[in-house]
């Protein structure tokens, strides 16, 4: 419910490096999704 971008690390233990793993997700409105959405193109 909050915009923004988030930042963290891998915390399941699947593999080697995970400690290596950093995390960004980019928080946004939902109609601004929607509208990327409807907006997108197949490559």
């Given amino acids: 419910k909050r915009e923004?971008?988030?930042y963290g690390q891998c915390?399941?233990?699947c593999g080697v490096?995970?400690?290596?793993m950093p995390?960004?997700?980019?928080?946004?409105?939902?109609?601004n999704y929607l509208n990327?959405?409807?907006n997108k193109t197949d490559i």
Avoid at 23 to 31: G, H
């Fill in 4 to 6: 923004g971008v988030f």
């Fill in 11 to 13: 915390s399941e233990i």
């Fill in 17 to 20: 490096n995970h400690g290596f």
């Fill in 23 to 31: 995390i960004v997700i980019e928080a946004i409105p939902l109609e």
């Fill in 36 to 38: 990327w959405l409807k």
